[in-house]
């Protein structure tokens, strides 16, 4: 996804090359985790049925975004998960997620609250505390649950006709009694990207409300009718008054805060002087590596960090993981 032609020494195939040599993972959200979504079965409600009442089958509860994690005897962080035959079912929503290479069959329980626990051990935490911590599978089940969570929250009522809607096909869609439309769960694409420069500097912009000396990467919605290439052009040219020359997609994250799916690009800067709206973006500026590491050895700038998007871009192109750069 290139909108001119490959150039041997443009600015974003050496930010490409740097940050294959640098060795650090595009993204974090999105897992291997291993598991079949088995979409073919969500409509079979004989199939649900045995596959919730078979003994190997897990189930963890989801709640406002969160779900309980608990450490194990040898160090690692887990989702909470029980048989179905101890899972809280009564007034609940269960979404099937799907099944891992073993066989196992996992379901999410929608609750009005976390369920309580006799011990000390187990504790809530949402997706961007969970992520740092969970195993990819339990990241990627994680995830899918609360994406579902958060678009069935928001979308009680037929958008058709406004009658209240109910839920089906395992909480992949809500169907409307009144007038029969199927409700299939949103998506909305956003676009975030790291612009360099031809002296490999990058861009980093401070929102208005974030907190002093935050800078990260620019990032806007994709709207209606706009390729995603478009998106990255438009957002760069309102957000930091920069003209961008070419476009290269990355990697994606799932970010279900509430729905959005983060695509990331790396785009090169064909102007230089930023002119930022002061509206959403306060400052923009282009930092070197030098200037970079300087900026946040002095805490002058605080960088992204954990598990987003933002974070790996920087890092793909600063050569290294940015909480672990040695200074
Ligand atoms: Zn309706």
Same mark, same amino acid.
């Given at each position: %996804?290139?909108t001119?032609?490959d150039?041997p020494?443009?600015?974003?195939?050496?930010?490409?090359?740097?940050a294959?040599r640098?060795?650090?993972?595009?993204?974090?959200?999105?897992?291997?985790?291993g598991i079949?979504?088995?979409?073919?079965h969500?409509?079979d409600?004989?199939?649900?049925?045995?596959?919730?009442?078979?003994?190997?089958?897990?189930?963890?509860?989801v709640?406002?975004g969160q779900?309980?994690?608990?450490?194990?005897?040898?160090?690692?962080?887990?989702?909470? %998960? %029980?048989?179905?035959?101890?899972?809280?079912?009564t007034?609940?929503?269960r979404?099937?997620?799907g099944?891992?290479?073993?066989?196992?069959r996992?379901?999410?329980?929608?609750?009005?609250? &976390?369920?309580g626990?006799m011990?000390?051990?187990?504790r809530?935490?949402?997706?961007?505390?969970?992520a740092a &911590?969970?195993?990819?599978?339990?990241?990627?089940?994680l995830v899918?649950a609360?994406a579902?969570?958060?678009?069935?929250?928001?979308h009680?009522?037929?958008?058709?006709?406004g !009658?209240?809607?109910?839920?089906?096909?395992?909480?992949?869609?809500?169907?409307?009694?009144?007038?029969?439309?199927?409700?299939y769960?949103?998506t909305?694409?956003?676009?975030?990207? &790291?612009?360099?420069?031809?002296e490999?500097?990058? &861009?980093?912009?401070?929102?208005?409300?974030?907190?002093?000396?935050?800078?990260?990467?620019?990032?806007?919605?994709? !709207?209606?009718g706009e390729?995603?290439e478009?998106?990255?052009?438009?957002?760069?040219?309102?957000?930091?008054?920069v003209?961008?020359?070419?476009?290269?997609?990355?990697?994606?994250?799932?970010?279900p805060?509430p729905?959005?799916l983060?695509?990331?690009f790396f785009a090169?800067?064909?102007?230089?002087?930023?002119?930022?709206d002061?509206?959403?973006?306060?400052e923009?500026?282009?930092f070197?590596?030098?200037e970079?590491? !300087?900026?946040?050895?002095?805490?002058?700038?605080?960088?992204?960090?954990?598990?987003?998007?933002?974070a790996?871009?920087?890092?793909m192109?600063?050569?290294?993981?940015?909480?672990?750069?040695?200074w």
């Amino acid at each position: %996804m290139r909108t001119t032609p490959d150039t041997p020494d443009s600015a974003v195939q050496n930010v490409v090359r740097a940050a294959a040599r640098s060795g650090v993972q595009p993204v974090a959200l999105t897992g291997t985790g291993g598991i079949d979504r088995d979409a073919g079965h969500r409509l079979d409600e004989a199939w649900l049925g045995a596959a919730w009442s078979h003994p190997t089958t897990r189930v963890f509860v989801v709640s406002g975004g969160q779900a309980l994690i608990e450490e194990t005897a040898d160090g690692r962080t887990e989702l909470v %998960m %029980m048989p179905s035959f101890d899972a809280p079912l009564t007034e609940a929503h269960r979404y099937f997620l799907g099944t891992d290479a073993e066989g196992v069959r996992y379901f999410a329980l929608q609750k009005d609250s &976390l369920p309580g626990r006799m011990d000390e051990v187990a504790r809530p935490a949402g997706l961007r505390e969970a992520a740092a &911590l969970l195993s990819e599978r339990d990241n990627e089940l994680l995830v899918h649950a609360v994406a579902l969570e958060n678009w069935q929250r928001l979308h009680r009522f037929c958008s058709r006709c406004g !009658e209240r809607t109910v839920i089906a096909a395992a909480g992949h869609i809500r169907r409307c009694p009144a007038c029969g439309a199927e409700h299939y769960p949103r998506t909305d694409p956003a676009v975030i990207m &790291l612009v360099v420069d031809e002296e490999d500097r990058a &861009l980093l912009g401070r929102q208005v409300h974030w907190p002093k000396g935050r800078f990260s990467t620019l990032a806007g919605f994709v !709207e209606p009718g706009e390729s995603i290439e478009q998106a990255v052009i438009r957002e760069v040219a309102e957000e930091a008054g920069v003209a961008v020359a070419e476009v290269e997609y990355v990697a994606s994250q799932p970010w279900p805060f509430p729905s959005s799916l983060m695509l990331g690009f790396f785009a090169r800067a064909a102007t230089s002087e930023p002119q930022v709206d002061g509206e959403e973006i306060e400052e923009a500026r282009w930092f070197s590596r030098e200037e970079l590491r !300087e900026a946040m050895e002095s805490g002058e700038v605080l960088p992204p960090a954990g598990v987003s998007i933002a974070a790996r871009l920087i890092e793909m192109w600063y050569g290294k993981p940015l909480a672990a750069a040695s200074w």
